[in-house]
């Protein structure tokens, strides 16, 4: 790509920036889910990125491949950060880790065997560039989910093609009614239960959210998550090549980390659902993955870059962040009251956390010394303001049941039932 498109300098790390640029700035259309047919909007944003990903190959020079970087991550912006607010629409806020979860445990298994696919492609034979190549088939099978997702996704739990009008009844009103921590249905409201009757945005709902320290805490959560997820892609290959594997070999040894943080992912996901709980959770596998980058960061090059040490220590690395993301979503969602004040909490914690890879991909030197150590350390210090984080986040959450607890036994039972939180 570098001499077909005449790259010099930092050029190629603009394109790579440029995603991320337009990636951030466009995560208030999260807010559209509430505007758009689901079925249309969804439709919309992935056949757009699979065009767009399938028109990088024809880029001819650094500025329109720029101009195509920034394009898509409008459309990743789009469609990629709402899927959780779309899955609260669904389930109950005890149901929505796993949901969540499944969803993002497509990010370790599509890396797991991404490398490999894109080394057996760029193999074939072709006229055409072997990167040109690997863009178009990346892109267009995105082109042919679009058109099932037009006919196939439902726009709300009461219109669901697949379902007879009394599920589809069912499936409604069972989202309008959240269970307290013993189990017991303890109000039905369609605003404060997450599903508003009328769709659209309440920007009084949205502003409050931006108002609101639970958001941001999540955000920053977020962040320090991201900045560990990022580096793991530009730290891996390096730690494989250093023990002298072949490219393909090196491609094959990356896949087992990523598959095991997906099974770490739907496991994690399904207890934090069962008990009731994310922080405990969150804290346990950021701390898992704070401890795999203080290794890296603290021992010596010479055990970390060509033995298996190094490599092992991928491990708990890849499980407890993927872990962690996947659950500080559904988190930043089970505790806003409102559907627009959910909406609003996913924008902010896009906007910052997205911010992460921005440092996560520059905090390793590119001058060929492979000293990492100074990257490692910066991870493992983001993993542990997530683990901070979580404890932080769990004791305002359990002060502000216990305000509510308060209020309504002044109350004699006689005000209206609020939501506790979820810790």
Known sequence: MEEDLNLTGDQYEWLLTSFYITYITFEWLTLLWRIVPAHKYIAFCVAGWGLVASLQALAWNWGSM???RALLGIFEAAYGPGVPFYLSFFYRREELALRAGLFISAAPLATA??????YLITSIPSPLAPWRVLLITEGFPSLIVAVVAWYWIPDSPGEQRWLGRREREIARRRVMVVK??????????????????KWGIRWGEVWRALG??????????????????SSLPVYLPTILNDMG????????LSAPPYLLAFLSV???TYLSDRHRSRSIFIIIHALIAFLGYLFLALSPPTLTSSSIWGYLAIYPIATGVFSA?????PWALNNQDTVSKQGAGMVVLGV?????PLVGTRVYPRDGTGNNRLGMGVCALALGVVAIGAGGLRVMLKRGNERRDAEERRMGGRGERRMRFIL
């Open 66 to 68: 720029m101009f195509l």
């Open 113 to 118: 065997y991404a490398g490999t696919l894109a």
């Open 180 to 197: 307290d921590d013993e189990g017991d249905e303890d109000w039905d409201d369609g605003e404060t239960a997450g599903l508003e009757e």
């Open 212 to 229: 609101d320290a639970k958001s941001w805490v999540t955000a920053l959560m977020f962040f320090s998550c991201n900045v560990g997820f």
């Open 245 to 252: 594997y072949t490219r393909l070999q090196s491609q094959a």
């Open 266 to 268: 739907i496991l994690t």
């Open 325 to 329: 993301v996947s659950l500080i979503i």
């Open 352 to 356: 910052v956390g997205q911010m992460g």
